[in-house]
T-cell receptor
Framework: EAQVTQNPRYLITVTGKKLTVTCSQN?????MSWYRQDPGLGLRQIYY???????DKGDVPEGYKVSRKEKRNFPLILESPSPNQTSLYFC?????????????FGPGTRLTVL | RKEVEQDPGPFNVPEGATVAFNCTYS??????FFWYRQDCRKEPKLLMS???SGNEDGRFTAQLNRASQYISLLIRDSKLSDSATYLC?????????FGAGTTVTVRA
């Protein structure tokens, strides 16, 4: 089944404890991205990757890191999480970075930073 | 100013009614436009793309007005299953901008 998977789905952690949220897609998509969703603000793009080893900042990259060593995986790293990073996170992929491509989203990761 | 703005609603309508709502976007260089549907904080899923000439997909009709920089979605003959949050999405180059969503609740 074609899908985007994220792990963990739910995470409660404490300030400053490094964490990684994994994202994997099995559709051979070139383009992957991370979003956070907060009430009243909609989804905001954190980072995106147009292909292996090619990443760039989105609208809200501060406090996050990403890597794209393989086409299928695009982990999101929080080196020192803070409470303002409490949010719902979605990973998404699309065939390539053409503006008309459909985005396929993972099921989301609900992160709470205490 | 947000790049994409939507009326948050909620629009509370009876089954069978028609409901319509808009979103506005600020970047005149935006290239592609979409409506995504999101159920109860689950992952968004593409509902339909929006083309310059307007387009229909069953009971859903989308319109684009580039001069006024707004996009509309109309749902005819509403079903209970149409209850969701509808996200307006605008694409320029490699970046997508999402509206905060319009919530529609269809009641029996």
């Amino acid at each position: 089944e074609a899908q985007v998977t994220q792990n963990p789905r739910y995470l409660i952690t404490v300030t400053g404890k490094k964490l990684t949220v994994t994202c994997s897609q099995n559709m051979n998509h070139e383009y992957m991205s991370w979003y956070r969703q907060d009430p009243g603000l909609g989804l905001r793009q954190i980072y995106y990757s147009m292909n292996v080893e090619v990443t760039d900042k989105g609208d809200v990259p501060e406090g996050y890191k990403v890597s794209r060593k393989e086409k299928r995986n695009f982990p999101l790293i929080l080196e020192s999480p803070s409470p303002n990073q409490t949010s719902l996170y979605f990973c998404a992929s699309s065939l390539n970075s053409r503006s008309t491509d459909t985005q396929y989203f993972g099921p989301g990761t609900r992160l709470t930073v205490l | 100013r947000k790049e994409v703005e939507q009326d948050p609603g909620p629009f509370n309508v009876p089954e069978g009614a028609t409901v319509a709502f808009n979103c506005t976007y600020s970047n005149s260089a935006s290239q592609s436009f979409f409506w995504y549907r999101q159920d109860c904080r689950k992952e968004p899923k593409l509902l339909m793309s929006v083309y310059s000439s307007g387009n229909e997909d069953g009971r859903f009709t989308a319109q684009l007005n580039r001069a006024s920089q707004y996009i509309s979605l109309l749902i005819r003959d509403s079903k209970l299953s149409d209850s969701a949050t509808y996200l307006c999405v605008v694409n320029k180059g490699y970046k997508l901008s999402f509206g905060a969503g319009t919530t529609v609740t269809v009641r029996a």
